[in-house]
T-cell receptor, first 116, second 116 residues
Framework: DAGVIQSPRHEVTEMGQEVTLRCKPISGHDYLFWYRQTMMRGLELLIYFNNNVPIDDSGMPEDRFSAKMPNASFSTLKIQPSEPRDSAVYFC??????????????FGPGTRLTVL | GNSVTQMEGPVTLSEEAFLTINCTYT??????LFWYVQYPGEGLQLLLKATKADDKGSNKGFEATYRKETTSFHLEKGSVQVSDSAVYFCALSDRNYGGSQGNLIFGKGTKLSVKP
């Protein structure tokens, strides 16, 4: 298995532009997570999906952020309009389920976003 | 609420030194506990886990014991190598019997640097 795939790996954009991050989870995993990692705030959960349905989006910073999962093999995280404070590494992760023993999340390599 | 507290880094050790990274948690119910490792430029990957009190997780020479009485899950390794240089995250998954399973809650991470 190729693992969790994220694209692009690096994104540099200017303030005000729309940014779309993409994720392909591991086949057969029912849960998909989006995280943001910064030096100041550490690793933050933004949103997660179960069977393509958003379950908890309480970590999404504000209305500028939106996430979709149109099918079991693809998800997007969109920022519109982007701001410099959105600069971070964004990780996608997937999991078979959340029950204790099998709650292992597999992370993608991340997308490093820089908003100028 | 549920939370994880781990020792702040960075931690700098010489090769073959003994490593301890402290982790304590606060949780309702009966959480599962995890250590994740993040190598430079990569996503997080599971290092080890324990799902009930007194369980010991181990992998690659690292180990951690789930101590319910002290609500701790300290990571240890007897002899570190340069290749162990990474950021280590402690995490918990709250598990409520009869209810929905919990998501992972991560600590802020501890950066380890091992010098030759």
């Amino acid at each position: 298995d190729a693992g969790v795939i994220q694209s692009p790996r690096h994104e540099v954009t200017e303030m005000g532009q729309e940014v779309t991050l993409r994720c392909k989870p591991i086949s057969g995993h029912d849960y998909l997570f989006w995280y943001r990692q910064t030096m100041m705030r550490g690793l933050e959960l933004l949103i997660y999906f179960n069977n393509n349905v958003p379950i908890d989006d309480s970590g999404m910073p504000e209305d500028r952020f939106s996430a979709k999962m149109p099918n079991a093999s693809f998800s997007t995280l969109k920022i519109q309009p982007s701001e410099p404070r959105d600069s971070a590494v964004y990780f996608c992760a997937s999991s078979i389920d959340l029950s204790g023993f099998r709650n292992e999340q597999f992370f993608g390599p991340g997308t490093r976003l820089t908003v100028l | 609420g549920n939370s994880v507290t781990q020792m702040e880094g960075p931690v700098t050790l010489s090769e073959e030194a003994f490593l301890t990274i402290n982790c304590t948690y606060t949780a309702t119910g009966y959480p599962s506990l995890f250590w994740y490792v993040q190598y430079p430029g990569e996503g997080l990957q599971l290092l080890l886990k324990a799902t009930k009190a007194d369980d010991k997780g181990s992998n690659k020479g690292f180990e951690a014991t789930y101590r319910k009485e002290t609500t701790s899950f300290h990571l240890e390794k007897g002899s570190v190598q340069v290749s162990d240089s990474a950021v280590y995250f402690c995490a918990l998954s709250d598990r409520n019997y009869g209810g929905s399973q919990g998501n992972l809650i991560f600590g802020k991470g501890t950066k380890l640097s091992v010098k030759p």
